[in-house]
């Protein structure tokens, strides 16, 4: 009873937070579900409209390979029937007699519109009575509308029916069969029955020699009762088209070579693929596969509208799921807040309530009834517990308020003291960091001039090394272009004795180019006598008629080879003529050439005097700077001591600057530290007399109801903004101090 009073008392209070709490929970729980069933449920509707489209989509490419495959095997039977046929001995003989006849009537060699033209009334020349009688009687056994067999130059031999015309070489599927022993399959419209046929083509050979071609037109009864069977448990529609998008057979029967669908649409769909058109004003969904090796296409498909209802019936149904659990967890959700209000929210508010009160400094509170073993129990005696510390904390700190402030009071005298003297530390440390300064800075000032004096020294000393070894080579030099000019001095000597043979090799060439240039004077004029020779020999061959035709001809060469003696001649006398003139400025070359060599030699002796001064200069010059070098040496060394000297003492005074600011600076820091105490002490007193004040306020004991309501006359605690604004900066100085 006490326990439902005291909490009909707080409901008034805490009402509005319970009721927000429970509220809260109960409509995030519920959200949180409701969303959740709605991803579910919407996955799920996506997951199922996708399976069973894949298996739609199994099921229409499963029917278009089957399709295929039995399409492939009729075709494969009918080539069979064709071969048959073509390994027929009278059909042989038929189309080798077809190949003789032509060649004596002269075919080969007539033009095609003159040969149609010829056979216009027949179309054919049915060359074999025997082949014709066996090919008619298989028209109604194999269910063959038509047989046709040409000879080797494409004309009809024999024909079950009048073709459409008699020369058949320049049709594409007789080129075909003729060079690759084979045509394919191809639907076409017979043109005297206006039915969709199948025309297969093959060679005929003897003895591996091809002797003509054989070709038979099929109906497609076969290819429809296939296309049936493929479709037999479904209901789609299996339609066999060609790469022009044009109906050949289909399982629904129909029109022949009507359009399905457009031949783009057909190659964008490749083998085993879905592929999606419109067809007879509705939208198509289908499966493609090949046949006749890709030249054929099979089409099974289904009206879309038809293919979704199933998927759509599926997710309605789920949908329908969906809204029950829904309407279930909206049960569940009230009930569990029915729970929550009785056993958590109430409870928690009661807790609140005298959470507050002590919060506002009441102490003396009682917390009755926590006995329960749920989280809300263990709550309540945690409460107890902590309002039993606080009250001892409460009294502690009432009698350690008076030491601290006492403590604060001699700790700031002393940090005063030790601030003063951290100063006067300070001023002096800084002083002498000063002075060090400027010292360290003459020291490198100084240190630096000795480096430049150092790297000037260096200087000197490398320039006096590198005269040396200029000098050297100087000198080797010299030595090496001396002796060079004695070997071509030595060399220019042999080449004067060589100019001089030329030039006399050259006199006689030029006398023997002179009498070359007398014999072919002497070859011209044989020349000039041999062309009046065969002139004369040509007039007398004229006048003896044909006995003289020989002596003619005789005269004809006589006088050929007169003009190649005069034009070789000709030829002749002018390469003379250039090398006569070669060898006139080869002469002049040759005394201008024993000139110049004759200057050369004299300016070699003249170098090779001029090589020797300078060789003599050069040692001299080599002594002067060896000494000059070794000066160099001596004072780079000296000046190098100086400069390591200097830069020690230049270290040592910047340490000793150095380490007076740091002292310097642990001066002022230790000056701030002690000002930083002298602040903390102030704090510290501030927050005793704080503390006091604080516990002054604490009521620790008083009277109090047994059920935890206040004395008669007294307003129940509330929560006062100054006590709370006065607990909250009392906790940050107690940490600091």
Do not use: C
């Not at 084979?182 to 003897?206: C, I, Y």
């Not at 790469?243 to 050949?248: D, F, K, M, N």
């Not at 009834?369 to 809300?376: N, V």
């Not at 000032?445 to 004096?453: G, M, P, R, V, Y």
């Amino acid at each position: 009873m006490i326990w439902r009073r005291f909490r009909r008392r707080s409901e008034k209070r805490a009402g509005d937070v319970k009721s927000s709490l429970r509220r809260r929970y109960v409509f995030a729980t519920g959200g949180v579900a409701i969303i959740l069933l709605i991803v579910v449920t919407s996955i799920g509707s996506f997951g199922l409209a996708r399976s069973m489209k894949q298996q739609q989509d199994a099921v229409l490419i499963d029917a278009a390979r089957r399709s295929g495959l039995l399409v492939d095997r009729v075709l494969a039977e009918r080539l069979r029937q064709v071969d048959l046929i073509a390994w027929e001995s009278s059909v042989i003989d038929a189309a080798k007699k077809g190949t003789a006849l032509s060649r004596r009537r002269g075919l080969p060699l007539q033009t095609i519109s003159s040969l149609e033209e010829r056979f216009k009334a027949t179309r054919s020349q049915q060359v074999d009575s025997t082949s014709l009688e066996f090919l008619l009687d298989l028209l109604p056994k194999l269910d063959i509308a038509e047989v046709m067999l040409t000879d080797q130059y494409g004309y009809n031999a024999v024909a079950t029916s009048p073709p459409s015309d008699f020369v058949q070489s320049d049709e594409e599927w007789w080129q075909v069969a003729w060079k690759t022993g084979v045509s394919d399959a191809n639907a076409t419209e017979d043109k005297a029955t206006g039915e969709t046929v199948v025309e297969l083509a093959r060679a005929v050979r003897d003895h591996g020699r091809r002797v003509g071609i054989v070709k038979a037109k099929f109906g497609l009864a076969s290819v429809d009762t296939a296309l049936v069977q493929a479709g037999v448990g479904t209901s789609l529609r299996v339609d066999l088209v060609d790469s022009a998008g044009h109906v050949i057979a289909s399982s629904a029967g129909g029109t022949r070579f009507r359009i399905l669908t457009s031949a783009d649409d057909l190659t964008r769909g490749i083998a085993d693929s879905i592929i999606n058109f419109a067809a007879e004003a509705t939208r198509q969904r289908g499966a493609v596969a090949v046949a006749n090796d890709g030249h054929w296409r099979l089409v099974a498909h289904g009206d879309e509208a038809s293919l979704s209802a199933p998927i759509e019936r599926a997710q309605l149904a789920l949908f329908g799921g969906a809204v029950v659990v829904l309407v279930a967890i909206v049960g569940a959700l009230t009930l569990v807040s029915r729970s929550i209000d009785r056993r958590i929210t109430s409870p928690a508010a009661i807790l609140a309530e005298l959470a507050e009160a002590v919060a506002a400094g009441d102490l003396s509170r009682q917390v009755h009834h926590a006995g329960a073993e749920d989280e809300i129990g263990r709550l309540a005696r945690a409460v107890a517990a902590m309002i039993s510390e606080l009250r001892r904390l409460a009294t502690a700190l009432g009698s350690s308020a008076q030491e601290t402030s006492a403590m604060s009071a001699e700790i700031t005298a002393g940090t005063e003291e030790m601030a003063a003297s951290a100063g006067e530390i300070a001023h002096t440390a800084s002083e002498l960091s000063q002075q060090s300064t400027g010292m360290a800075q003459s020291i490198q000032s100084l240190s630096a001039s000795a480096e430049q004096l150092v790297k000037i020294a260096g200087d000197l000393r490398d320039g006096a090394h590198e005269g040396v070894a200029r000098n050297e080579q100087l000198r080797g030099l010299s030595l090496e272009s001396r002796r060079k000019l004695d070997e071509s001095s030595r060399a220019l000597e042999l080449l004067a004795k060589d100019v001089g043979a030329s030039a006399s090799a050259i006199e006689g060439l030029a006398t023997a180019s002179q009498e070359v240039r007398s014999f072919v004077t002497l070859v011209q004029k044989l020349a000039r006598q041999s062309k009046l020779l065969a002139l004369n020999a040509a007039m007398e061959a004229a006048r003896a008629g044909e006995h003289g035709q020989g002596f003619a001809v005789v005269a004809s060469e006589v006088r050929r080879l007169a003009a190649m003696s005069s034009e070789a001649a000709q030829r002749t006398e002018q390469v003379m003529g250039s090398v006569l003139r070669g060898i006139d400025e080869s002469r002049a070359s040759s005394e201008r050439s024993v000139a110049t060599v004759q200057q050369v030699i004299d300016a070699t002796e003249h170098g090779v005097r001029s090589f020797v001064a300078v060789e003599e200069a050069v040692q001299s010059n080599e002594t002067w700077t060896t000494a000059i070098e070794r000066a160099a040496t001596s004072a780079n060394t000296l000046v190098a001591e100086i400069t390591k000297r200097l830069t020690q003492l230049s270290s040592g005074t910047e340490s000793f600057a150095a380490a007076m600011q740091q002292v310097a600076a642990s001066s002022e820091e230790q000056s701030a530290s002690t000002q930083e105490i002298a602040a903390a002490a102030g704090a510290l007193s501030s927050a005793a007399e704080r503390l006091s004040q604080l516990v002054a306020n604490l009521r620790l004991d008083g009277p109090a109801a047994p059920n935890g309501d206040p004395p008669a006359g007294q307003k129940p605690a509330v929560p006062s903004a100054r006590r709370v604004g006065l607990d909250l900066t009392l906790l940050p100085d107690l940490t600091g101090a």
